[in-house]
């Protein structure tokens, strides 16, 4: 598997690890770890059939047993047996939409998430749910930066600044100038009289103190 992004899902997985990923596609993610014993127990699923028959033949291809079920989030799965979940690839509101039937579950201890877009809601809805954000992987692939975070069970309340920004780490400091340009440059856009100004030097405050 050559996607950075995938490996940096990967890198947060256990070898105790039993693992649902949650609209796997074309299953590379799951592929990558049972080629490598990289977890102990796997689900693949999607809500789509061709997605699935996709991460099927991948499989074959591999001559590997993966398990792999078509439905939709979370739905008809035994939470029980697993304490792992990724979801990737996908948008805030659906992932939370999903992990929403995790509200009274005590098996899933830890969430692996990319979202493509409003970490911050993403931050604060998981973190609602009983999820602390416990480390945060930033990297650039094709231009475009992601955001794995890795979510562990725990009641701990996330302070403003990381729901926003995510964990201040090394490896955000080309992200945060990315997003210290692209809030000057919404700044230098809208009127003096706009009330949404003073949110946005506010954020552009938080980001230069990072
Ligand atoms: C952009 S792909 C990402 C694939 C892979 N996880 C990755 O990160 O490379 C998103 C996948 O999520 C699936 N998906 C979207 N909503 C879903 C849901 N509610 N339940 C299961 N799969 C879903 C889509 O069918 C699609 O295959």
Redo the contacts with the bound molecule.
């Keep these: 598997m050559n996607s950075k992004r ?1 490996l940096s899902v990967a890198s947060f997985i256990d070898n105790n690890d039993k693992l649902i990923d ?4 074309h299953g ?2 799951g592929i990558y770890l049972k080629k490598n014993n990289k977890c102990k127990d796997l689900l693949l ?4 059939e061709s ?1 699935l028959s996709n991460a099927i033949n991948n499989i074959k291809k591999y001559n590997l047993d993966i398990k792999v079920l078509k439905t ?2 979370l739905n008809n799965i035994d939470l029980d047996k697993y304490n792992c979940i990724s979801i ?3 948008g805030t509101s ?1 992932i939370i939409d ?1 992990l929403s039937k995790l509200k009274n579950n005590n098996s899933i201890k830890k969430l692996i998430i ?1 979202s493509n877009n409003d970490l911050d809601i993403l931050r604060k809805n998981i973190n609602n749910l009983g999820y602390n954000l416990d480390d945060e992987i930033t990297i650039k692939e094709n231009d475009i930066f992601y955001v794995i975070c890795k979510f562990v069970k725990s009641n701990k309340k996330l302070d403003n600044n990381t729901i926003l920004f995510g964990i201040n780490k090394e490896d955000k400091k080309e992200y945060y100038h990315y997003l210290l340009d692209y809030y000057n440059n919404i700044l230098d856009k809208i009127p003096l009289d706009n009330k949404d100004r003073e949110d946005i030097i506010q954020k552009i405050n938080i980001i230069e103190k990072m």
């Design positions: 995938l949650v609209g796997c596609d590379y993610l699923t999607d809500l789509r997605a939709d989030g990737c690839g996908m659906n999903i990319q």
